[in-house]
């Protein structure tokens, strides 16, 4: 039997096109399907994960900006908070807002954020 240490470690060490090349080979000869080989074509990646779309978003105030009050009674009508929690929230900036919500949600809130004066990151 092949040295398996050895073998993974080319394998490991293949270019992108060596990958697709060793995929095209194992679905024609021997069956296998790409979605399988896709396993082989993370690592020869360089180790770089493939990144699927982000589904989920971090609502970030980074900070309140200028116009403080403004952001505090945003923070309060955005996130259900009562007027103490919503400036507690606003002075621990930077802090999250909102977790794991969706992009359309996330970019809502992004945009009536700074549009109130604050800086806000989405992560």
Not at 13 to 29: H, M
């Amino acid at each position: 039997m092949a040295d398996l240490k050895k073998f993974a470690e080319e394998l490991v060490n293949l270019t992108v096109k060596e990958v697709s090349e060793l995929a095209t080979i194992l679905k024609d000869e021997y069956g296998i399907e790409p979605a399988a080989a896709a396993a082989v074509a993370a690592p020869a990646a360089g180790g770089a994960e493939v990144a699927a779309e982000q589904s989920e978003f971090d609502v970030i105030l980074k900070s309140a900006g200028g116009s403080k009050l403004a952001v505090v009674k945003l923070v309060k009508e955005l996130t259900g908070l009562g007027l103490k929690e919503a400036k507690a929230a606003v002075d621990a900036a930077p802090a999250p807002l909102k977790e794991k919500v969706s992009k359309e949600e996330a970019e809502a809130l992004k945009a009536q954020l700074e549009e109130a004066g604050a800086e806000v990151e989405l992560k």
